[in-house]
Nanobody, 126 residues
Framework: QVQLVESGGGLVQAGGSLRLSCTVS????????MGWFRQAPGKEREFVGV????????YYADSVKGRFTISRDNAKNTVYLQMNSLEPEDTAVYYC???????????????????WGQGTQVTVSS
């Protein structure tokens, strides 16, 4: 059974930081590209960033570039999203997602992903 479990969400003041984790089980994690998405109330799901299987390719949405950092630890089957300089506009449910691939292509569309976590709430107060 494949499971992606996010953790680390919470309430933080604007300008603060949070680190989200997503631990994967049931699949061979090093074979997966891992993406982060978010969805704010009343809005469409939004791509945040993606890291390829070995961490050699990382892309970010323009809205988070320079503030968020994605990393992974294949020995721990975990991908991370370090979020700094948080803004109220970052308030959303954050999801991790996995796509089986060992190529150089890293997907940025949610429809391309095979598996999803249940999400973790991030709330940034002004």
């Amino acid at each position: 059974q494949v499971q992606l479990v996010e953790s680390g969400g919470g309430l933080v003041q604007a300008g603060g930081s949070l680190r989200l984790s997503c631990t994967v089980s049931g699949v061979s994690f090093p074979w997966y590209n891992m993406g982060w998405f978010r969805q704010a109330p009343g809005k469409e799901r939004e791509f945040v960033g993606v890291i390829n299987w070995n961490g050699g390719v990382i892309y970010y949405a323009d809205s988070v570039k320079g503030r968020f950092t994605i990393s992974r630890d294949n020995a721990k089957n975990t991908v991370y999203l370090q979020m700094n300089s948080l803004e109220p506009e970052d308030t959303a449910v954050y999801y991790c997602a996995g796509k089986l691939s060992r190529g150089s292509y890293v997907p940025q569309l949610g429809s391309e992903y095979n598996y999803w976590g249940q999400g973790t709430q991030v709330t940034v107060s002004s």
